[in-house]
């Protein structure tokens, strides 16, 4: 199984990086590109095929190694001689003249959304940039006393400039799980929800962060009770996928109900139901909201969460019977 945002080719040089000889020595090769992330916008080529921009240090006159976050090392199918490392630069780092000329090279666009029309590959390079800008953006000053802290270790760690307390970059584990249960009537049906803020019909998994002290296991039995007041057990691992939206891994499960009573008052969903495989085969069939047909208006179009979450995996294996119990 492949997922996007998974597919990481860079070698990150972790023992490499903190030297700050190498680091220079890198940051100044002709063969280095830079990519620069803006609001976690990406920039992106203006012609019809998109596709990434990264530049080149002679784009970037001005910059400086300090400003700049480490991501890694590619090679052309393993040739050392052809590797290139990337850098990763926030846009308000950059001076007005140069994010002037950006604005006219390219075009910027949320992650998420070109996704579909990206290489694995560009995809998994953008969420690692777009993550790490982010963590720097949101930790700017240090969580024990307060003051200004500093980018150390290529962008990988940020350190107090008073107390010296070190930081290092965040990841928040969140569990998502199919629930399933075989019903009386001999058919099995998965658990899907839907928040309010969500496009008409959209529905996906059930999903929630994982609170200090919880196995990942019981993260996914206390979520399912407190958003739905279905009873789960039996977690099974998946699989999992990188969430830089903005600072998550998804950890995916399948899991069994117990009881198939739904109740959504007590916490965000709007709506829950349960679905059976030949109702999902007719997910997202159209784009109007509505299905075709006599008493149209009264039947809304269900539809499949993102095509590049780990949930839609999740829903697809398990209506193909590819994993789960039933």
Same mark, same amino acid.
């Given at each position: 199984?492949?997922?996007?945002?998974? %597919?990481? #080719?860079?070698?990150?040089?972790?023992?490499?990086?903190?030297?700050?000889?190498?680091?220079?020595?890198?940051?100044?090769?002709?063969?280095?590109?830079?990519?620069?992330?803006?609001?976690?916008?990406?920039?992106?080529?203006?012609?019809?095929?998109?596709?990434? !921009?990264?530049?080149?240090?002679?784009?970037?006159?001005?910059?400086?190694?300090?400003?700049?976050?480490?991501?890694?090392?590619?090679?052309? $199918?393993?040739?050392?001689?052809?590797?290139?490392?990337?850098?990763?630069?926030?846009?308000?780092?950059?001076?007005?003249?140069?994010?002037?000329?950006?604005?006219?090279?390219?075009?910027?666009?949320?992650?998420?959304?070109?996704?579909?029309?990206?290489?694995?590959?560009?995809?998994?390079?953008?969420?690692?940039?777009?993550?790490?800008?982010?963590?720097?953006?949101?930790?700017?000053?240090?969580?024990?006393?307060?003051?200004?802290?500093?980018?150390?270790?290529?962008?990988?760690?940020?350190?107090?400039?008073?107390?010296?307390?070190?930081?290092?970059?965040?990841?928040? #584990?969140?569990?998502?799980?199919?629930?399933?249960?075989?019903?009386?009537?001999? !058919?099995?049906?998965?658990?899907?929800?839907?928040?309010?803020?969500?496009?008409?019909?959209?529905?996906?998994?059930?999903?929630?962060?994982?609170?200090?002290?919880?196995?990942?296991?019981?993260?996914?039995?206390?979520?399912?009770?407190?958003?739905?007041?279905?009873?789960?057990?039996? #977690?099974?691992?998946?699989?999992?996928? /990188?969430?830089?939206? /903005?600072? $998550?891994?998804?950890?995916?499960?399948?899991?069994?109900? !117990?009881?198939?009573?739904?109740?959504?008052?007590?916490?965000?969903?709007? %709506?829950?139901?349960?679905?059976?495989?030949?109702?999902? %085969?007719?997910?997202?069939?159209?784009?109007?909201?509505?299905?075709?047909?006599?008493?149209?208006?009264?039947?809304?179009?269900?539809?499949?969460?993102?095509?590049?979450?780990?949930?839609?995996?999740?829903? %697809?294996?398990?209506?193909?019977?590819? !994993?789960?119990?039933?």
């Amino acid at each position: 199984m492949t997922f996007a945002y998974a %597919n990481m #080719p860079l070698d990150r040089c972790t023992n490499q990086r903190n030297n700050k000889r190498w680091l220079a020595a890198e940051f100044n090769h002709d063969n280095t590109v830079f990519c620069v992330i803006n609001d976690g916008m990406c920039l992106v080529d203006n012609s019809k095929v998109i596709s990434p !921009i990264y530049l080149n240090k002679a784009q970037l006159p001005t910059v400086n190694i300090a400003s700049c976050i480490y991501l890694g090392k590619t090679s052309v $199918s393993g040739d050392k001689s052809q590797s290139s490392s990337i850098f990763a630069i926030d846009f308000k780092k950059l001076r007005f003249s140069t994010q002037e000329e950006l604005t006219e090279l390219g075009q910027w666009q949320k992650l998420r959304g070109i996704t579909p029309n990206l290489t694995a590959i560009d995809a998994s390079i953008l969420a690692l940039a777009k993550g790490l800008v982010y963590w720097h953006t949101s930790h700017q000053f240090c969580g024990l006393c307060g003051n200004t802290s500093l980018a150390v270790e290529a962008g990988h760690a940020r350190r107090c400039t008073d107390c010296r307390n070190m930081t290092f970059p965040r990841t928040d #584990p969140a569990v998502i799980m199919l629930v399933e249960k075989m019903f009386d009537d001999g !058919i099995a049906r998965c658990l899907l929800g839907r928040q309010a803020s969500w496009d008409k019909g959209v529905y996906s998994i059930l999903a929630g962060f994982v609170d200090p002290g919880e196995t990942f296991e019981q993260a996914v039995v206390r979520e399912v009770v407190e958003e739905t007041a279905v009873i789960a057990q039996n #977690p099974q691992y998946i699989a999992s996928q /990188p969430w830089p939206f /903005p600072a $998550s891994i998804m950890i995916g499960f399948t899991a069994e109900a !117990i009881s198939d009573v739904i109740d959504v008052s007590q916490d965000a969903l709007e %709506n829950a139901q349960w679905f059976s495989r030949e109702q999902l %085969n007719s997910f997202g069939v159209k784009g109007d909201g509505l299905e075709s047909g006599k008493d149209s208006a009264n039947k809304l179009l269900y539809k499949m969460s993102s095509s590049d979450s780990i949930s839609a995996y999740l829903i %697809n294996a398990w209506k193909n019977k590819e !994993i789960g119990k039933y």
